[in-house]
């Protein structure tokens, strides 16, 4: 958590969900909207935690069994350190969180601002054209999920399927209730 320098009531919180760590330039980027009266809240997903790179990133940010999204917000929301109204931003990797998050319609949830995201990984960043993206993928995993077994995971589902589905927000849109930005 961060929180402008000085007391003051509850705030509205910002929420940053970071696939590259609490600590990613992109995620501090935010810290300057303390000075507009939010406290910002930076979470790293799964994946970072995972040392030896075997969590598939996004596994666990969605609409699923488990929603750590919602789950964040929820208990965001309900926290002594917020006014209970909590926002999402990022771009890229952090917009994908928020994309998945969104149909999970968690109660503190007010707004969203993503930039950059892909709503669909299969068809928009994976395999674009039905082509595996191999240079793309490699990076982003090598970024992500480093070991050999998430690479095959992903290369082993070269055709869209319901393992995709997850990952996949364009069939849950009508199900999303949270006003978002899109950039």
Not at 55 to 71: A, C, I, M, V
Not at 80 to 98: D, E, L, R
Not at 155 to 161: D, I, P
Request: glycine share 8%; proline share 7%; aromatic share 12%.
């Amino acid at each position: 958590f961060y929180f402008p320098h000085k007391e003051t009531e509850k705030l509205p919180c910002l929420l940053v969900r970071s696939p590259a760590g609490r600590t990613n330039p992109y995620a501090l980027m935010f810290l300057p909207l303390l000075n507009e009266g939010y406290c910002i809240a930076i979470q790293e997903t799964r994946s970072v935690k995972d040392t030896e790179g075997k969590t598939l990133p996004y596994s666990s940010d969605g609409w699923g069994k488990e929603q750590d999204g919602y789950d964040t917000i929820q208990y965001l929301a309900k926290s002594s350190y917020t006014n209970g109204k909590i926002g999402t931003i990022g771009a890229s990797a952090m917009g994908i969180t928020q994309l998945l998050t969104a149909p999970t319609n968690p109660s503190g949830l007010q707004a969203q601002h993503i930039s950059f995201a892909t709503s669909d990984l299969f068809n928009h960043a994976l395999y674009e054209g039905g082509e595996l993206c191999k240079d793309q993928v490699e990076k982003w995993l090598g970024l992500y999920a480093s070991h050999p077994d998430v690479y095959g995971i992903v290369c082993s589902q070269s055709s869209y399927n319901p393992f995709w589905d997850t990952y996949n927000m364009l069939p849950q849109a009508s199900n999303c209730r949270t006003p978002a930005i899109h950039v």
